[in-house]
Structures are given as structure tokens and as C-alpha cells.
T-cell receptor
Framework: AQKITQTQPGMFVQEKEAVTLDCTYD???????LFWYKQPSSGEMIFLIY??????QNATEGRYSLNFQKARKSANLVISASQLGDSAMYFC?????????????????FGQGTILTVHP | NAGVTQTPKFRVLKTGQSMTLLCAQD?????MYWYRQDPGMGLRLIHY???????AKGEVPDGYNVSRLKKQNFLLGLESAAPSQTSVYFC??????????????FGPGTRLTVL
């Protein structure tokens, strides 16, 4: 079984500052992927960044970076230079390897989410 | 491309009524998923499909049925709605594995209230 834990129900950050959103995971799968999604108040799910368990380098996408520490089973999201538009719910999710009829399907397991509020 | 679309966007049901939520994608994705999102919780997988005519149970399948008669459509049915099924429902799709990375593309969600 896979489990994702996000221990910060809410986080506050000043505009233009950096913020780290925590994510720890538990899995017995030999290979897995870690995702971060953003959910603004409008409700849609927006993909931000992906980290594969065998990737040698931490993933980066613009102002988003993923601080991946495999031994600690953590995959924290770092947002640099926060903007007011970053205020949203953020979900960490994991995709392991599962089989159905011989085909892998990559079910996502989500954490509870962290609400980020950016203050001007 | 419209991506992943969901119909309807909002719905209010009475206990015991039935309804079907429609998910459609125009990206030719093989895999499709139905999730529910409840307050204070992340998304939980209800059912999923890895291809036309194939479906399987996810984490919280009770009270729901699904069908994938066409590759582009994935239907979620509630035969007898209960207040515990009040939630926001998300559909997602993604292509079959062609490497280690494949994000899921989400629809806009359907907000369902069962009275």
C-alpha cells in the first residue's frame, strides 16, 4: 500500500519569498513517481512538477523545484519568489507500479493537501 | 483540443435517485480515472479503466458503477444516491506508459450534492 502525508494543513508566505511545502511518502514499490498538483479556488487540478524515483537530479519547472530525498522518503515542493496567484491548495501524489491484466496503470495516491496563502 | 470535459458541472439529487456523470477526453488516452474529493481530504480513486471495455475498482468503489464503451468516454453511475456521496468528482486521463513519466490530465470537476 502507498501512503502520502502532508503535515501542513496551511502555510503562509510573504509575496516574493520562497516557501517549502512538505510531503513524505511510504511505498514498497521498487519504482515510483511523485507529482505535485495545484488546485486554485476555481477547483481545477493543475499539474506542476514530476520526480521519478530513479531520477538523479531534483526536478525543476520554472519557479517550482522538488527537493527529493529518497532515503528520507520526502518530496518537498519549493516555490521561489511567491506570487499572489500561488495562493491555492497543493497536493502531493504518488504513482507506483500496479498490474491489471498485465498492463501497468499508474494509480495516483494523494495526500491531504496544504493550503498556501500568499500575503502582499 | 478540449482536453478532459465533464458533464454536468453541478447537480443536486435526492436520496435514492440515480444519475450518470460523463467524462470525455479527446487526447486518445488509454487510461481513465474517476476520483472523489471530500473536504480536508485528498482525491481518492473510485474506479479506473485501462482501455475500452475494461474497468477496475479503486480505493472507494462502493455505491458506484462505471462503463467504458468507447475509448474517449468514461461514465460514472450512482444507482441509489446517498448523502455520503456528496462530493466533488474528478475525471482524469493519461496515455499508456511509454517511460517513467506520465501526468494525469484532470477535468474541471462535478460538484454533486445529495439531500
Amino acid at each position: 500500500a502507498q501512503k502520502i502525508t502532508q503535515t501542513q494543513p496551511g502555510m503562509f508566505v510573504q509575496e516574493k519569498e520562497a516557501v517549502t511545502l512538505d510531503c513524505t511518502y511510504d511505498t514498497s514499490d521498487p519504482s515510483y513517481g511523485l507529482f505535485w498538483y495545484k488546485q486554485p479556488s476555481s477547483g481545477e487540478m493543475i499539474f506542476l512538477i514530476y520526480q521519478g524515483s530513479y531520477d538523479q537530479q531534483n526536478a525543476t519547472e520554472g519557479r517550482y523545484s522538488l527537493n527529493f530525498q529518497k532515503a528520507r522518503k520526502s518530496a518537498n515542493l519549493v516555490i521561489s519568489a511567491s506570487q499572489l496567484g500561488d495562493s491555492a491548495m497543493y497536493f502531493c501524489a504518488m504513482r507506483g507500479i500496479s498490474m491489471l491484466g498485465g498492463t501497468s496503470y499508474g494509480k495516483l495516491t494523494f495526500g491531504q493537501g496544504t493550503i498556501l496563502t500568499v500575503h502582499p | 483540443n478540449a482536453g478532459v470535459t465533464q458533464t454536468p458541472k453541478f447537480r443536486v439529487l435526492k436520496t435514492g435517485q440515480s444519475m450518470t456523470l460523463l467524462c470525455a477526453q479527446d487526447m486518445n488516452h488509454e487510461y481513465m480515472y474517476w476520483y472523489r474529493q471530500d473536504p480536508g481530504m485528498g482525491l481518492r480513486l473510485i474506479h479506473y479503466s485501462v482501455g475500452e471495455g475494461t474497468t477496475a475498482k479503486g480505493e472507494v468503489p462502493d455505491g458506484y458503477n462505471v462503463s467504458r464503451l468507447k475509448k474517449q468516454n468514461f461514465l460514472l453511475g450512482l444507482e441509489s444516491a446517498a448523502p455520503s456521496q456528496t462530493s466533488v468528482y474528478f475525471c482524469a486521463s493519461r496515455p499508456r506508459d511509454r517511460g517513467s513519466y506520465n501526468e494525469q490530465f484532470f477535468g474541471p470537476g462535478t460538484r454533486l450534492t445529495v439531500l
